[in-house]
C-alpha cells in the first residue's frame, strides 16, 4: 500500500481535515499488534482500505466492514473514527 504523506477528506463545509500520516502509520501498527496472533485480521482490514481507496466500497461500506472486524476491540473501532470524514461515526 503507498500511503500519502497526509490524508484528507471533504467534511460537510467543504473544508479538508488532515489526517497526520504518522497517525495512520501508528493506527496501523496497532492494528497488527492487536491481531498478531490473527494476520488475516491485518491483511482484511488492509483490503478493506485498499477497495475504499479505489472507490470500490464507500464510507458507510467501510464503516460497516471495520466495525465487524474489529468486533469486541472497542478501542480500535473508537480509533478508526479519527480517520472518517465528519458527519461519520462508528459507536
Known amino acids: 500500500i503507498t500511503l500519502p504523506t497526509s490524508v484528507t477528506s471533504p467534511n ?13 502509520l501508528d493506527f496501523l501498527d496497532e492494528v497488527k ?5 490473527q494476520p488475516e485480521v491485518y491483511n482484511q482490514f488492509l483490503d478493506i482500505m485498499k477497495e475504499f481507496k479505489t ?10 466492514r471495520v466495525k465487524e472486524l474489529f468486533k469486541g476491540r472497542p478501542a480500535l473501532v473508537l480509533g478508526f473514527n479519527n480517520f472518517l470524514p465528519p458527519g461519520y461515526k462508528i459507536s
Open 33 to 37: 499488534l492487536v491481531f498478531a496472533n
Open 55 to 64: 472507490k470500490h466500497i464507500d464510507t458507510p461500506g467501510v464503516i460497516m
Open 12 to 24: 460537510v463545509q467543504g473544508q479538508f481535515r488532515q489526517v497526520k500520516f504518522e497517525n495512520a
